[in-house]
C-alpha cells in the first residue's frame, strides 16, 4: 500500500474589519492674498458656483451642443473661405501669365502676316510677289 502523503498546511492569517489609517493630511498654504487675476473677476461676475452647485445643469445641453455646433460651421466655414481665397489667388496669377502669353503670340502672328513678312518668307522657295492688280472674271449665267 501508499504511505500517507498528506502534509499540514501553513497557517494563512485571515483578513479581519479593521480601520484604515487616516492619509496624511498636508499643513494648508499659506492664503494667497486676493487681487484682481481675470478668474478672480470671472468668479466674482459671473457667479458660476450657484450655476453648478447641485452638478452639472442638463437643461442647457441642448444649447451648449447647438452653440458647439455652430461654432463648429463657423470655424468650417472661415478655413474653406481661406482656401477658396488662395485658389482664386493662383487662378488670377495663372490667368495673368495666360494673358501675356496670348498677347505675346497674338502681336507675333499680327507681325508674321503681314504681307512684306509673307514674301520675305517665300522668297527662298522661289515665289515672288505679283506686281500686276488681280482682275474680275464675269461668268454669265449661260456659260456656266
Do not use: C, W
Not at 498528506?6 to 485571515?14: A, H, I, S
Not at 457667479?47 to 441642448?62: A, S
Not at 501669365?97 to 503681314?114: F, P, V
Request: glycine content about 4%.
Amino acid at each position: 500500500m501508499a504511505a500517507n502523503t498528506v502534509q499540514e498546511r501553513p497557517r494563512v492569517q485571515r483578513k479581519v474589519n479593521t480601520q484604515r489609517p487616516l492619509p496624511q493630511v498636508e499643513p494648508e498654504r499659506p492664503e494667497r492674498p486676493k487681487g484682481t487675476s481675470i478668474f478672480e473677476l470671472l468668479d466674482r461676475y459671473t457667479k458660476m458656483d450657484t450655476l453648478f452647485q447641485y452638478g452639472l445643469p442638463v437643461k442647457f445641453l441642448p444649447y451648449i451642443i447647438y452653440l458647439m455646433i455652430v461654432g463648429l460651421f463657423y470655424i468650417g466655414n472661415t478655413h474653406y473661405a481661406e482656401k477658396t481665397i488662395r485658389k482664386i489667388d493662383k487662378i488670377k496669377s495663372e490667368v495673368e501669365d495666360l494673358r501675356a502669353d496670348y498677347t505675346t503670340l497674338a502681336a507675333d502672328y499680327m507681325e508674321a502676316s503681314k504681307q512684306s513678312e509673307v514674301a520675305r518668307k517665300v522668297m527662298p522657295a522661289g515665289i515672288v510677289e505679283s506686281s500686276s492688280p488681280p482682275y474680275q472674271i464675269e461668268v454669265y449665267g449661260e456659260e456656266y
